[in-house]
């Protein structure tokens, strides 16, 4: 691992995470910042938080809907196709990955009409988020990581291909967040929306439909997640086994206490190097560290 909790922490969950993009046509690819009286605070970002300049988006017209309409027909066409193909002949998994799925609309203000990723007052703690998490700054082959531990949340940048330390972007108190809710109208459904006690937001976009699940389920006390310091003897063995078979690649596993007591070990592969896109790897396993099976309720 290229970073590491204080010795009094543990960490709970790290994956990718950026700022979101639209999904709805007049907003497709696009993303805005806004004060809560919808006010666009990115010239505000760019003096008062350092931020530098990026595009200033407008909603899409007709004919950049049609464009795009076929550009996602194109995307999400070919990659089926060939995956079902590759199952039908008997290939585990899915050569191009998963394919890109939208759920239902559940904010029509923010997710049809406009699309904030960031929803905050002057001096809301959501402003202190690091511009790295804006694919349209930060610069090319950089990458952004979440990190949830037992005290704080962190943001942390890395860049790919390199041996360079993680660099930490920006953390936040664990008592100074209030929920995190999984946004299923996005890409995979993989879209998480975190909200602070001040009331400001971000959305972000975590690469896989399982990373923003746990995020809500964690932050609203749904499910707890087993700090690794916690396994059993037996348990770390088995963990070791299950990672030595994915690519040197995957990102540490996380350890999810189901209802019935059986450990859900879970590792995130990217699909290809700087997509944002990731497939999970998982397991089950008793306090021993033999395989389990679910029980009712536990998936």
Same mark, same amino acid.
């Given at each position: 691992?290229?970073?590491?909790?204080?010795?009094?922490?543990?960490?709970?969950?790290?994956?990718?995470?950026?700022?979101?993009?639209?999904?709805?046509?007049?907003?497709?690819?696009?993303?805005?910042?806004?004060?809560?009286?919808?006010?666009?605070?990115?010239?505000?970002?760019?003096a008062?938080?350092?931020?530098?300049?990026?595009?200033?988006?407008?909603?899409?017209?007709?004919?950049d809907?049609a464009?795009?309409?076929?550009?996602?027909?194109?995307?999400?066409?070919?990659?089926?196709?060939?995956?079902?193909?590759?199952?039908?002949?008997?290939?585990?998994?899915?050569?191009?990955?998963?394919?890109?799925?939208?759920?239902?609309?559940?904010?029509?203000?923010?997710?049809?009409?406009?699309?904030?990723?960031?929803?905050?007052?002057?001096?809301?703690?959501?402003?202190?988020?690091?511009?790295?998490?804006?694919?349209?700054?930060?610069?090319k082959?950089?990458?952004?990581?979440?990190?949830?531990?037992?005290?704080?949340? %962190? @943001?942390? *940048? $890395? /860049?790919?291909g390199?041996?360079?330390?993680?660099? =930490? &972007?920006?953390?936040?108190?664990?008592?100074?967040?209030?929920e995190?809710?999984?946004?299923?109208?996005?890409?995979?459904?993989?879209d998480?929306?975190?909200?602070?006690?001040?009331?400001?937001?971000?959305? %972000? @976009?975590? *690469? $896989? /439909?399982?990373?923003?699940?746990?995020?809500?389920? =964690? &932050?609203?006390?749904?499910?707890?997640?087993?700090?690794?310091?916690?396994?059993?003897?037996?348990?770390?063995?088995?963990?070791?086994?299950?990672?030595?078979?994915?690519?040197?690649?995957?990102?540490?596993?996380?350890?999810?206490?189901? /209802?019935?007591?059986?450990?859900?070990?879970?590792?995130?592969?990217?699909?290809?190097?700087?997509?944002g896109?990731?497939?999970?790897?998982?397991?089950?396993?008793?306090?021993?560290?033999?395989?389990?099976?679910?029980?009712?309720?536990?998936?």
């Open positions: 691992m290229d970073w590491y909790p204080s010795p009094d922490e543990n960490v709970l969950l790290r994956t990718a995470a950026k700022f979101a993009s639209g999904m709805a046509s007049p907003v497709d690819g696009l993303r805005w910042f806004r004060d809560p009286e919808r006010g666009d605070i990115q010239e505000e970002l760019m008062n938080e350092g931020w530098p300049p990026a595009p200033a988006y407008e909603l899409r017209t007709t004919g809907r464009a795009r309409g076929a550009l996602h027909t194109l995307f999400v066409g070919i990659p089926f196709i060939a995956n079902l193909i590759a199952n039908l002949g008997g290939a585990s998994g899915a050569p191009f990955g998963d394919v890109p799925v939208r759920g239902r609309v559940e904010d029509p203000p923010n997710e049809v009409k406009d699309f904030p990723v960031m929803w905050a007052a002057p001096g809301a703690l959501a402003r202190t988020a690091p511009w790295q998490l804006d694919p349209a700054r930060r610069p082959g950089y990458a952004t990581d979440l990190v949830l531990t037992d005290h704080r949340l %962190l @943001f942390l *940048g $890395t /860049r790919w390199t041996l360079d330390k993680a660099e =930490v &972007l920006g953390e936040f108190p664990r008592e100074s967040i209030a995190a809710r999984q946004m299923k109208f996005s890409e995979i459904n993989a998480v929306r975190i909200t602070f006690t001040d009331g400001s937001w971000v959305r %972000l @976009f975590t *690469g $896989t /439909r399982d990373s923003a699940e746990r995020l809500d389920q =964690v &932050l609203s006390g749904a499910v707890v997640l087993l700090p690794e310091s916690e396994l059993s003897d037996g348990q770390r063995t088995r963990v070791a086994r299950f990672m030595g078979e994915l690519p040197r690649t995957a990102h540490p596993p996380t350890y999810t206490v189901l /209802r019935s007591g059986i450990v859900l070990v879970e590792s995130r592969v990217s699909v290809r190097a700087g997509s896109v990731f497939e999970t790897h998982s397991i089950l396993m008793d306090d021993t560290g033999r395989p389990a099976e679910p029980s009712p309720g536990d998936l």
